[in-house]
């Protein structure tokens, strides 16, 4: 049962423009979502996160968008930096009697050319 | 502040082998939770330990099992390993507090 689903596997960005990276969950119970970017041979790191009580976060060139009743929320980078290809991995977190589960999507390869 | 530290960076076993995977959280932090990547699969959540108990399971083979020590380090055995075992396996730990995990740079195990 895949609750978080990221339906492109890759994506492919001109420098300067924008990149949307989009992910869908199906558990209304997520009170938290996560976008993670990870490089080769290493982990994961944080990039950006909203609440579920709102719809919209921004942290200089990233802003993540939650639509909470289509379960939908993308990820849109201005502008694009070849520094910016890796994988993203979208993630939901249901915080309820401590439990800390945080549930990953397949991830999606970005890749930002000149 | 230490980040959340893994041992050993590679391994490679041989198949029907044994391997322990060790990972030592950030300070303070007291959940403790094992993802393995294989491409295309994404991170596979395999368990979570807090306070040196398991809260949450994945579904993998019972040959996946863990522990988490007092002093929060834990460890991920696999047995009796097979090719498909092959994987960066990631830990990460977190403060209960909030939300978010930490991950280190993972163990890239290979089968052969």
């Known amino acids: 049962d895949q609750q978080v689903k990221q339906n492109s596997p890759s994506l492919s960005v001109q420098e300067g423009r924008i990149s949307i990276l989009n992910c869908d969950y199906t558990?209304?119970?997520?009170?938290?979502f996560l976008w993670y970017k990870k490089y080769p041979a290493e982990g994961p790191t944080f990039l950006i996160s909203i609440s579920s009580i709102k719809d919209k976060n921004e942290d200089g060139r990233f802003t993540v968008f939650l639509n909470k009743s289509a379960k939908h929320l993308s990820l849109h980078i201005v502008p694009s930096q070849p520094g910016d290809s890796a994988v993203y991995f979208c993630?939901?977190?249901?915080?309820?009697?401590?439990?800390?589960?945080?549930?990953f999507g397949a991830g999606t390869r970005l890749a930002v050319h000149p | 502040k230490a980040g959340v530290t893994q041992t050993p960076r590679y391994l490679i076993k041989t198949r029907g082998q044994q391997v322990t995977l060790s990972c030592s959280p950030i300070?303070?932090?007291?959940?403790v939770s094992w993802y393995q990547q294989t491409p295309g699969q994404g991170l596979q959540f395999l368990f979570e330990?807090?306070?040196?108990?398991?809260?949450n399971k994945g579904n993998f083979p019972g040959r996946f099992s863990g522990r988490q020590f007092s002093n929060s380090r834990s460890e991920m055995n696999v047995s009796t390993l097979e090719l498909g075992d092959s994987a960066l396996y990631l830990c990460?730990?977190?403060?209960?507090?909030?939300?978010?995990?930490?991950f280190g740079s993972g163990t890239r195990l290979t089968v052969v």
């Open positions: 300070s303070g932090h007291r959940s």
């Open positions: 330990y807090f306070s040196e108990t398991q809260r």
């Open positions: 558990n209304s119970m997520f009170d938290y």
């Open positions: 990460a730990s977190s403060n209960t507090e909030s939300y978010g995990y930490t």
């Open positions: 993630a939901a977190q249901m915080f309820s009697g401590g439990y800390n589960k945080l549930i």
